[in-house]
């Protein structure tokens, strides 16, 4: 293992601490301690198979619980550069995006600036035509991502097929139609209920939950 994987693992590690660590300050204020010692005991055996392997979701979740933990303080420039950069660590950071902005109005044009530069910033270092080479390549696997139909536990239609029985494609599009209409709905009705820390604490169990069921394996 190289000084980077080992620096790429800690960093990921540090960072996720350190936003499990900035919710918990503003429910348990004094206690800090003793609650980030309970909550460190079930979130980050959840990530070792991340951290063992050098994952790039490891460093996605802790992009997107620091996105979250920004949204009570109205720190809405952080929260929209974290969330573009949870998007160019891992597309599956477009969950948490496309949330967001349902709620969180003064999040819209922000990340739309920080998305703008997010594309722009790889043109500075490399060839114009290799970037958007790049580009296309990542459109054409989420093209392939959307028809996967591989056999895999993280996906309702692999589900299905563990029962012999096979999704058609019309149906598998509405399936997945609905869920998301499922997913916004409870995002929203959580919101108008929810306020402040507890609203973005929402936010982030409905983004993690989707994340890992829609991720590919």
């Known amino acids: 293992m190289t000084p980077g994987d080992i620096l790429w693992r800690f960093c990921g590690t540090i960072l996720l601490a350190a936003g499990v660590w900035r919710f918990l300050r503003e429910l348990f204020g004094a206690d800090i301690a003793r609650a980030f010692l309970y909550a460190s005991l079930f979130t980050m055996p959840l990530c070792l198979d991340s951290l063992r392997n ?25 929260a929209a550069v974290l ?5 160019g660590t891992k597309p599956l950071g477009v969950v948490l ?17 920080a998305l703008a530069v997010l594309a722009l910033l ?11 080479a790049q580009y296309r390549a990542f459109l054409a696997n989420m093209q392939v991502c959307a ?3 591989e056999h895999r536990f993280a996906d309702i239609g692999g589900v299905i097929r563990t029962f012999g029985w096979e999704l058609p494609t019309g149906i598998s599009k509405l399936v997945r139609v609905a869920a998301g209409g499922l997913t916004l709905g409870l995002w929203m009705m959580g919101a108008r209920r929810l306020r402040g820390t507890f609203r973005a604490m929402w936010l982030l169990a409905i983004t993690t939950g989707l994340t890992d069921v829609v991720q590919p394996s």
């Open 147 to 149: 028809s996967e139909a």
């Open 122 to 132: 790889p043109f500075l270092f490399m060839p114009a035509d290799y970037v958007l």
């Open 83 to 87: 969330m573009a950069l949870a998007l």
């Open 54 to 78: 050098g994952q790039a979701n490891m460093m996605l979740t802790a992009l997107i619980v620091h996105a979250a933990a920004c949204l009570p303080r109205r720190q809405w420039w952080s």
């Open 97 to 113: 995006l496309l949330l967001s902005v349902v709620v969180y109005a003064p999040l819209r044009w922000r990340l739309v600036s």
